[in-house]
T-cell receptor
Framework: GENVEQHPSTLSVQEGDSAVIKCTYS??????FPWYKQELGKRPQLIID?????GEKKDQRIAVTLNKTAKHFSLHITETQPEDSAVYFC????????FGTGTRLTIIP | DAGITQSPRYKITETGRQVTLMCHQT?????MFWYRQDLGHGLRLIYY???????DKGEVPDGYVVSRSKTENFPLTLESATRSQTSVYFC??????????????FGQGTRLTVV
């Protein structure tokens, strides 16, 4: 089955700086790559996604890049704010969704 | 209410008891999933279903049973609960189109404690 690895497991950045989270996947058939944000005690919620026929997608301060050849994709958050503090999960999908183990992002005021 | 709902939100059960977690979605999504979330392990897939009467094992299926007689419901049963099944369980649903999924929407989660 699909195996998704996510790094780093924890990340602390100064408010206003950028944060980057990286994921790799194993199944070249995976064709949909969402990113979820989970706040403490809440359900995961989609923040951005990308399909395998696209290399990059941006939504305001958030961007995702996909390298199909290398089988890795990354989340970029610019101009970080305190409300960006949360756990972020990447996922790869072909039918089901396989998730990475999460990155706890802390924004330091 | 529209969306995806889980019940109960919290459950305490004893070792060896059977317990069923319920999941209901109103979108008629074809795919439904059950995940467990444990510290350090992220979200691990237990079972999923691509349509009514079709279910498949995920990464950690042992000790769990699912059924999907109706598109909107996907109950998860722990046949004989063990302490290692103490976890937060999330149900999710997604539409599948032309061999690709759309966004997975998650329920509120069920916090299960086995004592």
């Amino acid at each position: 089955g699909e195996n998704v690895e996510q790094h780093p497991s924890t990340l602390s950045v100064q408010e206003g700086d950028s944060a980057v989270i990286k994921c790799t996947y194993s199944d070249s058939a995976s064709n949909y790559f969402p990113w979820y944000k989970q706040e403490l005690g809440k359900r995961p919620q989609l923040i951005i996604d990308i399909r395998s026929n696209v290399g990059e997608k941006k939504d305001q301060r958030i961007a995702v890049t996909l390298n199909k050849t290398a089988k890795h994709f990354s989340l970029h958050i610019t101009e970080t704010q305190p409300e960006d503090s949360a756990v972020y999960f990447c996922a790869a999908s072909i039918g089901s969704f396989s998730f990475g183990t999460g990155t706890r992002l802390t924004i330091i005021p | 209410d529209a969306g995806i709902t889980q019940s109960p939100r919290y459950k305490i059960t004893e070792t060896g008891r059977q317990v069923t977690l319920m999941c209901h979605q109103t979108w008629s999504h074809s795919y439904m999933f059950w995940y467990r979330q444990d510290l350090g392990h992220g979200l691990r897939l237990i079972y999923y279903s691509a349509a009514a009467d079709i279910t498949d094992k995920g990464e950690v299926p042992d000790g769990y049973v699912v059924s999907r007689s109706k598109t909107e419901n996907f109950p998860l049963t722990l046949e004989s609960a063990t302490r290692s099944q103490t976890s937060v369980y999330f149900c999710a649903s997604s539409e599948g189109r032309r061999g690709s999924n759309t966004e997975a929407f998650f329920g509120q989660g069920t916090r299960l404690t086995v004592v």
